[in-house]
């Protein structure tokens, strides 16, 4: 991933394109190229430095002072910023910058030092989430080289794994959720942060994996008579048809509420009906575990 294009730095930066375009007519630390046919496309560089001046922008600098800033005055101005959520969102920009290096040894390091500090939980709540969240939409797209999905995606599920094999709690619910992908469906990193929160409030949460027959949920949901079957949708195959998926575990498990979260539930347009349920938003899923909680 070598190049950007204004909707990707729209993406990752939350800056509106037609704000950035005015940036470039207006000041001088954004310069994109254009390819033959006149369309913009912007560096590695360029997007660490939107991302940067972004978050100043963010903060309370106007972006006439930030022009005149030189790169050391920019990071130093980053650093010094102590608002709780400025902090975030610099560690998630750090965490992007890592990415399109393939820095991965930065990454690491980044993540780690947060989860000491406030633990797994915090983590994945307020950097890797949002971190996710912003560079889903280059999955999408097919804007992020695969290696580089590759990497990421097992850094963060390496620390996953960890933080849920690390649960200790006294919580006792007595609910069960199945967790599955349908097949086709490889970004699992969705479901295993639902897995997560499940155990660690004390849900039985029996994890299946990514790309599952839905005869093999079938089989394990009449061993297990879970109270839900829960799917988390980021991106799947071209043979994956989204309509036939729902209308086939509507059909097969009609009598289990079957909970669907994920980046293709909010572009899902049509009307959906019990026992079917999507939670479009992470304010939704975190509601819909909470509800455990209030249940024992």
């Known amino acids: 991933m070598n190049s950007f294009t204004i909707k990707d730095l729209e993406n990752l930066s939350g800056i509106k394109a037609h704000t950035i375009r005015i940036w470039e007519q207006r000041y001088s630390f954004i310069k994109p190229e254009r390819t033959c046919t006149n369309i913009r496309y912007y560096s590695n560089d360029e997007l660490k430095k939107i991302l940067n001046v972004a978050l100043l922008n963010k903060y309370g600098y106007k972006i006439s002072h930030i022009d005149k800033m030189n790169d050391g005055e920019i990071k130093e101005k980053i650093l010094a910023l102590n608002q709780m959520e400025a902090q975030q969102e610099r560690i998630v920009n750090e965490l992007i ?3 399109v290096d393939i820095d991965i040894e930065r990454m690491e390091i980044i993540l780690d030092k947060y989860i000491l500090a406030r633990g797994i939980e915090k983590t994945i709540i307020q950097i890797i989430f949002p971190f996710l969240e912003k560079i889903g939409i280059l999955w999408l797209t ?10 990421v995606t097992n850094i963060i599920r390496q620390k996953l794994i960890v933080g849920i094999d690390g649960i200790v709690t006294t919580l006792k619910v007595n ?3 199945l967790l599955f992908l349908p097949e086709g469906e490889y970004h699992e990193l969705g479901l295993l942060f639902m897995y997560y929160l499940l155990k660690s409030r004390g849900v039985t949460a029996i994890y299946l994996g990514c790309s599952i027959p839905l005869n093999d949920v079938d089989y394990v949901a009449k061993l297990k008579k879970p109270d839900y079957l829960y ?9 994956f048809n989204f309509d036939k998926f729902i209308a086939s575990v509507s059909e097969k498990f009609s009598g289990i509420p079957i909970i669907i979260s994920g980046q293709l539930t909010c572009t899902y347009q049509k009307k959906i009906h019990p026992p079917l349920n999507f939670k479009r938003s992470f ?3 975190m509601d819909f575990v909470a509800g455990f909680s209030k249940a024992s």
Not at 142 to 151: R, V
Not at 231 to 239: A, E, F, I, K, R
């Open 231 to 239: 799917s988390h949708l980021t991106t799947v195959g071209q043979g």
């Open 283 to 285: 304010t939704e899923v």
């Open 175 to 177: 609910k069960t959720v």
């Open 142 to 151: 097919n804007h992020i080289n695969p290696a580089q999905e590759h990497l």
């Open 97 to 99: 910058k890592s990415m």
